[in-house]
Protein backbone atom coordinates (compact mmCIF):
# COMPACT_ATOMS: atom_id res chain seq x y z
CA UNK A 1 0.00 0.00 0.00
CA UNK A 2 1.50 3.27 -0.99
CA UNK A 3 1.18 6.68 0.90
CA UNK A 4 -1.18 8.18 -1.61
CA UNK A 5 -3.31 4.67 -1.01
CA UNK A 6 -3.71 5.78 2.79
CA UNK A 7 -3.91 9.67 2.07
CA UNK A 8 -6.89 8.11 -0.11
CA UNK A 9 -8.51 5.64 2.70
CA UNK A 10 -8.27 8.77 4.97
CA UNK A 11 -9.90 11.24 2.76
CA UNK A 12 -12.74 8.79 1.99
CA UNK A 13 -12.86 8.52 5.69
CA UNK A 14 -13.05 12.23 6.19
CA UNK A 15 -15.66 12.56 3.24
CA UNK A 16 -18.17 10.00 4.55
CA UNK A 17 -17.97 11.60 8.10
CA UNK A 18 -18.44 15.29 6.66
CA UNK A 19 -21.56 13.94 5.09
CA UNK A 20 -22.77 13.28 8.51
CA UNK A 21 -23.89 9.37 8.31
CA UNK A 22 -21.67 8.66 11.59
CA UNK A 23 -24.00 10.67 13.44
CA UNK A 24 -27.49 9.30 14.21
CA UNK A 25 -27.42 7.35 17.38
CA UNK A 26 -28.90 4.63 15.19
CA UNK A 27 -25.81 4.00 12.58
CA UNK A 28 -23.93 4.08 15.57
CA UNK A 29 -25.59 1.46 17.25
CA UNK A 30 -25.49 -0.52 14.08
CA UNK A 31 -21.71 -0.45 13.79
CA UNK A 32 -21.42 -1.70 17.47
CA UNK A 33 -23.92 -4.61 16.88
CA UNK A 34 -21.65 -5.42 13.48
CA UNK A 35 -19.01 -5.66 15.78
CA UNK A 36 -20.85 -8.41 18.23
CA UNK A 37 -22.15 -9.89 15.36
CA UNK A 38 -18.36 -9.89 13.52
CA UNK A 39 -17.07 -11.48 17.44
CA UNK A 40 -19.66 -14.27 17.34
CA UNK A 41 -20.75 -15.68 14.54
CA UNK A 42 -17.03 -15.76 13.43
CA UNK A 43 -15.26 -16.90 16.71
CA UNK A 44 -14.05 -19.64 15.41
CA UNK A 45 -11.93 -17.65 12.55
CA UNK A 46 -10.62 -15.27 15.85
CA UNK A 47 -9.68 -18.16 17.46
CA UNK A 48 -7.44 -19.51 14.67
CA UNK A 49 -5.99 -16.42 14.24
CA UNK A 50 -4.76 -15.66 17.72
CA UNK A 51 -3.78 -19.88 18.23
CA UNK A 52 -1.59 -18.57 15.16
CA UNK A 53 0.08 -15.55 16.63
CA UNK A 54 0.38 -16.59 19.88
CA UNK A 55 -0.34 -19.81 20.26
CA UNK A 56 -3.28 -18.70 22.47
CA UNK A 57 -5.82 -21.20 23.64
CA UNK A 58 -9.03 -20.39 22.59
CA UNK A 59 -10.89 -20.13 26.29
CA UNK A 60 -8.25 -17.29 26.65
CA UNK A 61 -9.08 -15.39 23.48
CA UNK A 62 -12.74 -15.40 24.62
CA UNK A 63 -12.01 -14.71 28.46
CA UNK A 64 -9.26 -11.63 27.67
CA UNK A 65 -9.82 -10.84 24.22
CA UNK A 66 -13.53 -11.09 22.61
CA UNK A 67 -15.70 -11.20 25.74
CA UNK A 68 -14.03 -7.90 26.80
CA UNK A 69 -15.05 -6.43 23.87
CA UNK A 70 -18.87 -8.00 24.27
CA UNK A 71 -19.07 -6.46 27.50
CA UNK A 72 -17.79 -2.75 26.40
CA UNK A 73 -20.45 -2.98 23.57
CA UNK A 74 -22.84 -4.11 25.94
CA UNK A 75 -22.32 -1.25 27.95
CA UNK A 76 -22.43 1.05 25.47
CA UNK A 77 -25.53 -0.09 23.75
CA UNK A 78 -27.01 0.35 27.22
CA UNK A 79 -25.56 4.07 28.09
CA UNK A 80 -25.52 5.49 24.53
CA UNK A 81 -28.62 7.87 24.65
CA UNK A 82 -27.33 9.15 28.31
CA UNK A 83 -24.02 9.56 27.40
CA UNK A 84 -24.94 11.58 23.86
CA UNK A 85 -27.73 13.49 25.96
CA UNK A 86 -26.83 17.18 26.52
CA UNK A 87 -25.97 17.86 29.84
CA UNK A 88 -27.64 20.70 31.31
CA UNK A 89 -25.11 23.16 33.77
CA UNK A 90 -26.93 25.54 36.32
CA UNK A 91 -26.51 29.02 35.04
CA UNK A 92 -25.51 32.56 37.67
CA UNK A 93 -27.99 34.47 38.26
CA UNK A 94 -26.65 36.90 36.29
CA UNK A 95 -26.62 35.39 33.30
CA UNK A 96 -30.66 33.72 34.15
CA UNK A 97 -32.85 33.35 32.02
CA UNK A 98 -30.70 31.52 29.89
CA UNK A 99 -29.76 27.91 29.30
CA UNK A 100 -26.42 26.28 29.22
CA UNK A 101 -25.02 22.57 28.11
CA UNK A 102 -22.56 20.72 27.76
CA UNK A 103 -22.94 19.00 23.95
CA UNK A 104 -20.90 16.11 23.45
CA UNK A 105 -19.67 15.73 19.54
CA UNK A 106 -17.80 13.68 17.66
CA UNK A 107 -13.93 14.62 16.83
CA UNK A 108 -14.61 13.77 13.13
CA UNK A 109 -12.03 10.99 11.65
CA UNK A 110 -9.82 8.98 14.53
CA UNK A 111 -6.98 6.95 14.18
CA UNK A 112 -6.08 3.57 16.27
CA UNK A 113 -3.40 1.92 16.10
CA UNK A 114 -2.90 -0.94 18.51
CA UNK A 115 -0.05 -3.71 19.46
CA UNK A 116 -0.06 -7.65 19.08
CA UNK A 117 -0.77 -8.92 22.31
CA UNK A 118 -4.69 -9.25 23.58
CA UNK A 119 -4.71 -8.09 19.13
CA UNK A 120 -8.85 -7.92 19.17
CA UNK A 121 -9.18 -6.40 22.81
CA UNK A 122 -6.92 -3.65 22.47
CA UNK A 123 -7.93 -2.80 18.88
CA UNK A 124 -11.52 -3.16 18.89
CA UNK A 125 -12.28 -1.25 22.80
CA UNK A 126 -10.77 1.85 21.37
CA UNK A 127 -13.30 1.48 18.22
CA UNK A 128 -16.19 0.58 20.05
CA UNK A 129 -15.93 3.94 22.05
CA UNK A 130 -14.72 5.98 19.03
CA UNK A 131 -18.15 4.59 17.07
CA UNK A 132 -20.12 5.16 20.26
CA UNK A 133 -19.07 8.57 20.22
CA UNK A 134 -20.14 9.11 16.23
CA UNK A 135 -16.60 8.88 14.71
CA UNK A 136 -15.50 7.76 11.74
CA UNK A 137 -11.87 5.20 12.50
CA UNK A 138 -9.16 3.84 10.71
CA UNK A 139 -8.04 0.94 12.53
CA UNK A 140 -3.81 -0.17 12.22
CA UNK A 141 -3.90 -3.73 13.55
CA UNK A 142 -0.20 -4.72 14.99
CA UNK A 143 1.48 -6.32 12.06
CA UNK A 144 2.75 -8.71 14.84
CA UNK A 145 -0.04 -10.69 15.18
CA UNK A 146 -0.60 -11.19 11.01
CA UNK A 147 -3.52 -13.94 11.13
CA UNK A 148 -4.85 -11.58 13.60
CA UNK A 149 -4.72 -7.97 11.60
CA UNK A 150 -5.43 -10.12 8.35
CA UNK A 151 -8.76 -11.67 10.23
CA UNK A 152 -9.54 -8.13 10.59
CA UNK A 153 -8.99 -6.94 6.85
CA UNK A 154 -11.30 -9.27 5.96
CA UNK A 155 -14.02 -9.08 8.27
CA UNK A 156 -14.20 -5.65 9.28
CA UNK A 157 -15.44 -4.80 5.50
CA UNK A 158 -18.11 -7.12 5.94
CA UNK A 159 -19.48 -6.17 9.00
CA UNK A 160 -19.30 -2.58 9.44
CA UNK A 161 -19.60 0.50 7.82
CA UNK A 162 -16.88 0.44 4.69
CA UNK A 163 -17.89 4.19 4.18
CA UNK A 164 -16.92 5.46 7.00
CA UNK A 165 -14.84 2.79 8.99
CA UNK A 166 -11.67 1.50 7.19
CA UNK A 167 -8.31 -1.31 8.17
CA UNK A 168 -5.07 -0.15 7.19
CA UNK A 169 -2.52 -3.24 7.56
CA UNK A 170 1.30 -2.82 7.65
CA UNK A 171 4.14 -1.81 10.24
CA UNK A 172 6.47 0.82 10.74
CA UNK A 173 6.39 2.46 6.82
CA UNK A 174 2.04 1.68 6.56
CA UNK A 175 2.15 3.64 10.33
CA UNK A 176 4.18 6.32 9.37
CA UNK A 177 2.70 7.41 6.15
CA UNK A 178 -1.23 6.86 8.33
CA UNK A 179 0.65 9.25 11.09
CA UNK A 180 1.51 11.99 8.44
CA UNK A 181 -2.39 12.18 7.99
CA UNK A 182 -4.37 14.63 9.64
CA UNK A 183 -6.62 12.87 11.97
CA UNK A 184 -8.94 14.83 14.89
CA UNK A 185 -7.56 12.07 16.97
CA UNK A 186 -5.26 9.80 17.24
CA UNK A 187 -5.41 6.39 19.97
CA UNK A 188 -2.26 4.44 20.26
CA UNK A 189 -1.59 1.22 22.09
CA UNK A 190 2.06 -0.48 22.06
CA UNK A 191 5.29 0.63 23.84
CA UNK A 192 6.74 4.38 24.87
CA UNK A 193 9.36 4.62 22.07
CA UNK A 194 6.56 4.50 19.34
CA UNK A 195 4.36 6.71 21.70
CA UNK A 196 7.07 9.64 21.53
CA UNK A 197 6.97 9.28 17.55
CA UNK A 198 3.16 9.00 17.67
CA UNK A 199 3.25 12.45 19.63
CA UNK A 200 5.35 14.11 17.83
CA UNK A 201 3.43 13.54 14.32
CA UNK A 202 -0.08 14.39 16.06
CA UNK A 203 1.75 17.54 17.12
CA UNK A 204 2.35 18.81 13.40
CA UNK A 205 -1.25 18.90 13.10
CA UNK A 206 -2.14 19.61 16.78
CA UNK A 207 -4.37 16.42 16.75
CA UNK A 208 -4.79 15.33 20.18
CA UNK A 209 -3.99 11.27 21.38
CA UNK A 210 -4.43 8.94 24.30
CA UNK A 211 -0.97 6.81 24.50
CA UNK A 212 -1.83 3.37 26.47
CA UNK A 213 1.94 2.56 26.94
CA UNK A 214 3.25 0.00 29.85
CA UNK A 215 6.41 -0.02 32.20
CA UNK A 216 7.15 -1.73 35.53
CA UNK A 217 4.41 -2.41 37.37
CA UNK A 218 5.45 -3.30 40.98
CA UNK A 219 3.72 -5.99 43.20
CA UNK A 220 4.02 -5.81 46.62
CA UNK A 221 3.08 -8.75 48.98
CA UNK A 222 3.25 -8.87 53.11
CA UNK A 223 2.70 -11.24 55.49
CA UNK A 224 -1.41 -10.24 56.18
CA UNK A 225 -2.89 -12.37 53.76
CA UNK A 226 -3.09 -15.78 52.45
CA UNK A 227 0.16 -16.47 50.94
CA UNK A 228 -0.87 -19.80 49.10
CA UNK A 229 -4.22 -18.21 47.70
CA UNK A 230 -2.06 -14.84 46.74
CA UNK A 231 0.26 -17.03 44.92
CA UNK A 232 -2.00 -18.25 42.78
CA UNK A 233 -3.89 -14.70 42.03
CA UNK A 234 -0.42 -13.58 41.31
CA UNK A 235 0.60 -16.67 38.97
CA UNK A 236 -2.02 -16.02 36.61
CA UNK A 237 -2.13 -12.68 36.67
CA UNK A 238 1.84 -12.75 35.46
CA UNK A 239 1.91 -15.88 33.46
CA UNK A 240 -1.61 -15.30 31.24
CA UNK A 241 -0.61 -14.66 27.52
CA UNK A 242 3.27 -15.84 28.49
CA UNK A 243 3.70 -12.50 30.70
CA UNK A 244 2.89 -10.08 27.66
CA UNK A 245 0.22 -8.28 29.25
CA UNK A 246 0.84 -4.21 29.69
CA UNK A 247 -1.00 -4.67 33.17
CA UNK A 248 0.89 -7.86 34.27
CA UNK A 249 2.69 -7.27 37.43
CA UNK A 250 6.49 -6.78 36.26
CA UNK A 251 8.02 -7.65 39.18
CA UNK A 252 7.77 -8.41 43.03
CA UNK A 253 8.58 -7.10 46.09
CA UNK A 254 8.71 -8.39 49.52
CA UNK A 255 10.56 -8.83 52.33
CA UNK A 256 13.23 -11.46 53.11
CA UNK A 257 10.90 -13.99 54.71
CA UNK A 258 7.78 -13.32 53.03
CA UNK A 259 9.86 -13.67 49.66
CA UNK A 260 11.52 -17.14 50.78
CA UNK A 261 7.96 -18.32 51.62
CA UNK A 262 6.19 -16.78 48.97
CA UNK A 263 7.91 -17.45 45.52
CA UNK A 264 7.77 -21.69 46.44
CA UNK A 265 3.91 -21.07 46.81
CA UNK A 266 4.33 -19.43 43.27
CA UNK A 267 6.12 -22.50 41.75
CA UNK A 268 3.28 -24.26 43.15
CA UNK A 269 0.21 -22.48 41.55
CA UNK A 270 2.49 -22.72 38.24
CA UNK A 271 2.38 -26.48 38.56
CA UNK A 272 -1.66 -26.20 39.31
CA UNK A 273 -2.29 -23.77 36.61
CA UNK A 274 -0.02 -25.55 33.89
CA UNK A 275 1.07 -28.90 35.03
CA UNK A 276 4.78 -29.72 35.69
CA UNK A 277 5.69 -28.63 32.24
CA UNK A 278 3.61 -25.63 30.89
CA UNK A 279 5.31 -26.26 27.32
CA UNK A 280 2.79 -29.69 27.13
CA UNK A 281 0.29 -27.33 28.52
CA UNK A 282 -2.18 -26.13 26.11
CA UNK A 283 -2.94 -23.43 28.36
CA UNK A 284 0.43 -21.75 28.27
CA UNK A 285 0.92 -19.50 25.19
CA UNK A 286 4.30 -18.10 23.80
CA UNK A 287 6.44 -15.48 23.04
CA UNK A 288 5.67 -13.53 20.22
CA UNK A 289 9.16 -13.80 18.03
CA UNK A 290 12.03 -14.70 18.33
CA UNK A 291 13.52 -11.36 18.66
CA UNK A 292 11.64 -11.04 21.81
CA UNK A 293 11.82 -14.28 22.77
CA UNK A 294 16.39 -13.99 22.57
CA UNK A 295 15.67 -10.30 24.77
CA UNK A 296 13.68 -12.51 27.60
CA UNK A 297 16.11 -15.47 27.15
CA UNK A 298 18.79 -13.13 28.27
CA UNK A 299 16.68 -11.44 30.93
CA UNK A 300 17.17 -15.21 32.67
CA UNK A 301 20.64 -14.71 33.36
CA UNK A 302 20.03 -11.98 35.58
CA UNK A 303 19.28 -13.58 38.77
CA UNK A 304 18.71 -17.35 40.07
CA UNK A 305 16.35 -19.17 38.92
CA UNK A 306 13.56 -20.44 41.80
CA UNK A 307 11.08 -21.36 39.35
CA UNK A 308 10.90 -22.65 35.63
CA UNK A 309 13.89 -21.02 34.01
CA UNK A 310 13.19 -23.95 30.89
CA UNK A 311 13.46 -21.92 27.41
CA UNK A 312 12.89 -23.72 24.19
CA UNK A 313 13.80 -21.33 21.31
CA UNK A 314 12.38 -23.06 18.51
CA UNK A 315 8.85 -23.09 19.96
CA UNK A 316 9.69 -19.20 21.49
CA UNK A 317 8.85 -20.84 24.36
CA UNK A 318 9.68 -19.76 28.00
CA UNK A 319 9.03 -21.48 31.10
CA UNK A 320 7.01 -19.72 33.76
CA UNK A 321 10.43 -18.13 35.93
CA UNK A 322 10.59 -16.75 39.09
CA UNK A 323 14.73 -15.09 39.56
CA UNK A 324 15.71 -14.10 43.16
CA UNK A 325 19.19 -12.68 44.16
CA UNK A 326 18.28 -9.75 40.95
CA UNK A 327 20.39 -6.66 41.14
CA UNK A 328 17.72 -3.77 40.97
CA UNK A 329 20.33 -2.60 38.06
CA UNK A 330 20.15 -5.81 35.83
CA UNK A 331 18.44 -5.55 32.25
CA UNK A 332 15.27 -7.21 33.86
CA UNK A 333 15.05 -4.34 36.30
CA UNK A 334 15.88 -2.03 33.88
CA UNK A 335 13.21 -2.43 31.11
CA UNK A 336 9.52 -3.66 30.98
CA UNK A 337 9.94 -7.35 30.89
CA UNK A 338 6.58 -8.31 29.04
CA UNK A 339 7.20 -11.91 29.04
CA UNK A 340 7.02 -14.81 31.73
CA UNK A 341 9.65 -13.71 34.21
CA UNK A 342 9.29 -12.11 37.93
CA UNK A 343 12.40 -11.17 39.06
CA UNK A 344 11.70 -10.94 43.12
CA UNK A 345 13.78 -8.21 45.15
CA UNK A 346 14.19 -7.96 48.75
CA UNK A 347 12.83 -5.01 50.93
CA UNK A 348 13.14 -3.52 54.14
CA UNK A 349 8.89 -3.24 54.54
CA UNK A 350 6.31 -1.19 52.86
CA UNK A 351 8.06 2.07 53.60
CA UNK A 352 10.93 0.96 51.65
CA UNK A 353 8.87 -0.46 48.74
CA UNK A 354 6.79 3.25 48.42
CA UNK A 355 10.49 4.48 48.05
CA UNK A 356 11.83 2.60 45.84
CA UNK A 357 8.39 2.50 43.50
CA UNK A 358 8.01 6.66 43.79
CA UNK A 359 11.78 6.60 43.14
CA UNK A 360 10.51 4.88 39.35
CA UNK A 361 8.46 5.99 36.75
CA UNK A 362 4.76 5.80 37.67
CA UNK A 363 3.82 2.24 35.98
CA UNK A 364 0.23 1.47 34.45
CA UNK A 365 -0.70 -0.37 37.18
CA UNK A 366 0.15 -1.33 41.17
CA UNK A 367 -0.75 -4.67 43.04
CA UNK A 368 -0.58 -4.57 46.62
CA UNK A 369 -1.55 -8.14 48.90
CA UNK A 370 -1.55 -6.73 52.00
CA UNK A 371 -5.15 -6.89 54.31
CA UNK A 372 -3.50 -4.48 56.37
CA UNK A 373 -5.58 -0.70 56.14
CA UNK A 374 -2.46 1.52 56.53
CA UNK A 375 0.27 -0.37 54.73
CA UNK A 376 -2.92 0.06 51.72
CA UNK A 377 -2.98 3.55 52.62
CA UNK A 378 0.88 3.98 52.35
CA UNK A 379 0.79 2.65 48.70
CA UNK A 380 -2.49 5.18 47.89
CA UNK A 381 -0.83 8.20 49.21
CA UNK A 382 2.51 7.82 48.51
CA UNK A 383 3.05 6.05 44.72
CA UNK A 384 1.28 7.35 41.27
CA UNK A 385 -0.33 4.62 38.59
CA UNK A 386 -2.82 4.75 36.32
CA UNK A 387 -4.60 1.64 38.43
CA UNK A 388 -4.31 0.41 41.60
CA UNK A 389 -5.21 -3.47 42.67
CA UNK A 390 -5.75 -4.83 45.88
CA UNK A 391 -5.16 -8.33 46.43
CA UNK A 392 -5.88 -8.65 43.02
CA UNK A 393 -3.67 -9.23 39.55
CA UNK A 394 -4.73 -7.72 36.21
CA UNK A 395 -8.67 -7.95 36.27
CA UNK A 396 -9.29 -4.34 37.48
CA UNK A 397 -8.56 -3.89 33.64
CA UNK A 398 -12.08 -5.59 32.79
CA UNK A 399 -14.41 -3.13 34.90
CA UNK A 400 -16.16 -1.29 32.67
CA UNK A 401 -16.82 1.09 35.49
CA UNK A 402 -13.25 1.68 36.02
CA UNK A 403 -11.21 4.06 33.54
CA UNK A 404 -8.44 2.19 32.37
CA UNK A 405 -4.84 4.09 31.45
CA UNK A 406 -1.80 5.13 32.62
CA UNK A 407 0.21 8.21 33.67
CA UNK A 408 3.61 9.77 33.18
CA UNK A 409 6.04 7.02 31.62
CA UNK A 410 3.03 5.05 31.19
CA UNK A 411 0.38 6.85 29.36
CA UNK A 412 -2.01 9.41 28.88
CA UNK A 413 -6.06 9.19 28.32
CA UNK A 414 -8.71 6.85 29.74
CA UNK A 415 -10.96 4.40 27.89
CA UNK A 416 -13.59 1.76 29.24
CA UNK A 417 -16.87 2.52 29.32
CA UNK A 418 -17.92 6.44 29.54
CA UNK A 419 -14.15 7.51 29.84
CA UNK A 420 -13.81 6.44 26.23
CA UNK A 421 -17.10 8.08 24.77
CA UNK A 422 -15.37 11.22 26.30
CA UNK A 423 -12.31 10.75 24.88
CA UNK A 424 -13.89 10.46 21.50
CA UNK A 425 -16.10 13.55 21.95
CA UNK A 426 -15.84 17.52 21.81
CA UNK A 427 -18.01 18.72 24.99
CA UNK A 428 -19.03 21.99 23.04
CA UNK A 429 -20.09 24.71 25.70
CA UNK A 430 -23.62 25.86 24.50
CA UNK A 431 -25.31 28.67 26.66
CA UNK A 432 -28.20 30.37 24.93
CA UNK A 433 -29.75 33.21 26.18
CA UNK A 434 -32.85 35.24 25.12
CA UNK A 435 -32.32 39.54 24.61
CA UNK A 436 -34.69 40.53 26.01
CA UNK A 437 -35.12 40.67 29.46
CA UNK A 438 -31.34 42.06 29.13
CA UNK A 439 -29.60 40.71 32.50
CA UNK A 440 -25.89 41.85 31.15
CA UNK A 441 -26.42 45.79 31.29
CA UNK A 442 -25.62 45.79 34.77
CA UNK A 443 -21.69 44.88 33.58
CA UNK A 444 -21.94 47.13 30.40
CA UNK A 445 -19.91 50.39 30.55
CA UNK A 446 -19.89 52.73 31.27
CA UNK A 447 -18.33 51.79 34.49
CA UNK A 448 -20.44 53.62 37.25
CA UNK A 449 -20.67 53.54 40.51
CA UNK A 450 -23.24 51.12 41.06
CA UNK A 451 -21.28 48.86 38.10
CA UNK A 452 -18.46 48.75 41.08
CA UNK A 453 -20.99 48.25 43.65
CA UNK A 454 -22.25 45.51 41.85
CA UNK A 455 -19.34 44.20 40.71
CA UNK A 456 -17.05 43.94 44.01
CA UNK A 457 -20.59 42.37 45.62
CA UNK A 458 -19.80 39.31 43.21
CA UNK A 459 -16.09 39.00 44.23
CA UNK A 460 -17.48 38.99 47.53
CA UNK A 461 -19.64 36.40 46.76
CA UNK A 462 -17.15 34.75 44.66
CA UNK A 463 -14.17 35.00 47.26
P1 LIG B 1 3.82 -3.33 18.52
O1 LIG B 1 5.24 -3.60 18.13
O2 LIG B 1 2.73 -4.15 17.98
O3 LIG B 1 3.59 -1.80 18.21
C1 LIG B 1 2.37 -1.16 18.45
C2 LIG B 1 1.94 -0.47 17.19
O4 LIG B 1 2.89 0.52 16.82
C3 LIG B 1 1.81 -1.42 16.01
O5 LIG B 1 0.58 -1.20 15.36
C4 LIG B 1 2.99 -1.06 15.14
O6 LIG B 1 2.76 -1.25 13.78
C5 LIG B 1 3.21 0.39 15.44
N1 LIG B 1 4.60 0.80 15.23
C6 LIG B 1 5.71 0.06 15.50
N2 LIG B 1 6.82 0.77 15.18
C7 LIG B 1 6.40 1.96 14.70
C8 LIG B 1 7.08 3.13 14.20
N3 LIG B 1 8.40 3.21 14.15
N4 LIG B 1 6.31 4.17 13.79
C9 LIG B 1 4.98 4.10 13.86
N5 LIG B 1 4.29 3.02 14.32
C10 LIG B 1 4.98 1.97 14.73
O7 LIG B 1 3.63 -3.42 20.06
P2 LIG B 1 4.69 -3.18 21.18
O8 LIG B 1 5.06 -1.73 21.23
O9 LIG B 1 5.74 -4.21 21.17
O10 LIG B 1 3.70 -3.52 22.40
C11 LIG B 1 4.19 -3.82 23.61
C12 LIG B 1 4.13 -2.60 24.50
O11 LIG B 1 2.79 -2.13 24.54
C13 LIG B 1 4.49 -2.89 25.93
O12 LIG B 1 5.25 -1.82 26.42
C14 LIG B 1 3.15 -2.94 26.62
O13 LIG B 1 3.20 -2.65 28.00
C15 LIG B 1 2.40 -1.92 25.87
N6 LIG B 1 0.97 -2.19 25.97
C16 LIG B 1 0.20 -1.28 26.57
C17 LIG B 1 -1.15 -1.52 26.70
C18 LIG B 1 -2.07 -0.57 27.36
O14 LIG B 1 -3.26 -0.75 27.22
N7 LIG B 1 -1.59 0.44 28.06
C19 LIG B 1 -1.69 -2.70 26.18
C20 LIG B 1 -0.84 -3.59 25.57
C21 LIG B 1 0.47 -3.32 25.44
Known amino acids: ?43 AEWEAALAADLHRPPTETHLADINVVLS ?47 PVQLLLGPVVAALAA ?15 SA ?27 LLEQRFDHIFYTGG ?25 SPLYVDDSVDLAAAAKRIAWGKFLNAGQTCVAPD ?31 GDYSRIVNPARFRVLDAMLADGTVAVGGGTDADDKYIAPTVLTEVAEDAPVMQ ?6 ILPVIEVDGHEDAV ?44 VIGLPFGGVGESGMGRYRGEAGFTTFSNEKAVLSKPLAPESLTMIFPPYTKRTDGFVRGMLRKLS
Open 1 to 43: MTSDDIAGIVAERRRAFDTGITKPLKWRRAQLEGIRRMLTERS
Open 251 to 281: YLLATKPVAAKLVPLIGDAVAELYGSDAQAS
Open 134 to 148: GNAVVMKPSELAPAT
Open 335 to 340: EEIFGP
Open 355 to 398: RRIAAREKPLALYVFSNRDDVRKAFLRGTSSGAVGFNVAVVQQT
Open 192 to 216: ARVGRIVARAAAEHLTPISLELGGK
Open 72 to 118: EIAHALKHLRRWAAPKRVALPMALQPGRGYVLREPLGVVLVISPWNY
Open 151 to 177: AFAKLVPQYLDARAVAVVEGAVPETTA
